[in-house]
């Protein structure tokens, strides 16, 4: 049966400092992922045991326990690539992030109202949840979603690129109640060119999930 790990960061816990410390990364790595991983692999197990002995009472909480934390695991494995400690700025043509520029030009009116448009959707999450944005495959542009815990209020087949965490073990040792604060920072840290890599593949597959009959 397949199972997931936990991905090593690709930097070291203090690398995103001020803008989040490393007892914050330490800890929602090695801990908070951590235990969507562990719940992913457990949830597996107990689907593996019910296909076995043909025993479905549990398979409702199952598969909302499936998509919770294999959610929670995918959305922090972006999570962790979309960050670097020479981040910041905004996708420029001479970095090599034009694509994703005029993207983002074409979807939203341009950067500064995409950012807004973000930072918005992060920050006014009802309690736990992230703001996303993603390539929506039908109409090839790219969408801002809100998403509540790990999986809901999501575009059917959208790809998520960019993504901030909104829930409270992100921030709260460092910026305590003020989200608003936190998702202000968060911009200072996006490597925009791991998210163009993720814009263009998403771009590429999108092709896969639309093939005509």
């Given at each position: 049966?397949?199972?997931?790990?936990?991905?090593?960061?690709?930097?070291?816990?203090?690398?995103?400092?001020?803008?989040?410390?490393?007892?914050?990364?330490?800890?929602?790595?090695?801990?908070?992922?951590?235990?969507?991983?562990?719940?992913?692999?457990?949830?597996?197990?107990?689907?593996?045991?019910?296909?076995?002995?043909?025993?479905?009472?549990?398979?409702?909480?199952?598969?909302?326990?499936?998509?919770?934390?294999?959610?929670?695991?995918?959305?922090?494995?972006?999570?962790w690539r979309n960050m670097s400690g020479d981040g910041g700025g905004e996708p420029l043509e001479q970095d090599g992030t034009g694509e994703l520029a005029d993207a983002i030009a074409e979807s939203f009116g341009?950067?500064?109202?995409?950012?807004?448009?973000?930072?918005?959707?992060?920050?006014?999450?009802?309690?736990?949840?992230?703001?996303?944005?993603?390539?929506?495959?039908?109409?090839?542009?790219?969408?801002?979603?809100?998403?509540?815990?790990?999986?809901?209020?999501?575009?059917?087949?959208?790809?998520?690129?960019?993504?901030?965490?909104?829930?409270?073990?992100?921030?709260?040792?460092?910026?305590?109640?003020?989200?608003?604060?936190?998702?202000?920072?968060?911009?200072?840290?996006?490597?925009?060119?791991?998210?163009?890599?993720?814009?263009?593949?998403?771009?590429?597959?999108?092709?896969?999930?639309?093939?005509?009959?």
């Amino acid at each position: 049966m397949a199972t997931y790990s936990l991905p090593e960061l690709p930097y070291d816990y203090a690398s995103l400092e001020p803008v989040i410390s490393g007892e914050i990364i330490e800890l929602h790595h090695d801990k908070h992922h951590a235990a969507y991983v562990k719940g992913a692999n457990d949830t597996l197990e107990q689907l593996e045991e019910a296909r076995e002995t043909d025993q479905w009472g549990s398979i409702n909480g199952l598969e909302k326990s499936l998509a919770f934390h294999l959610s929670g695991h995918i959305l922090h494995t972006i999570y962790w690539r979309n960050m670097s400690g020479d981040g910041g700025g905004e996708p420029l043509e001479q970095d090599g992030t034009g694509e994703l520029a005029d993207a983002i030009a074409e979807s939203f009116g341009g950067f500064a109202r995409f950012k807004a448009q973000m930072s918005k959707a992060a920050a006014t999450t009802q309690g736990s949840g992230w703001g996303v944005l993603a390539y929506e495959p039908v109409s090839e542009r790219l969408v801002v979603e809100q998403v509540y815990d790990h999986q809901g209020n999501v575009g059917q087949g959208s790809v998520p690129i960019l993504v901030f965490d909104a829930w409270e073990h992100a921030f709260y040792l460092q910026y305590r109640n003020q989200k608003v604060d936190f998702v202000e920072a968060m911009w200072r840290v996006v490597d925009w060119q791991d998210v163009n890599r993720r814009y263009l593949a998403a771009k590429q597959r999108a092709n896969n999930l639309l093939l005509a009959p």
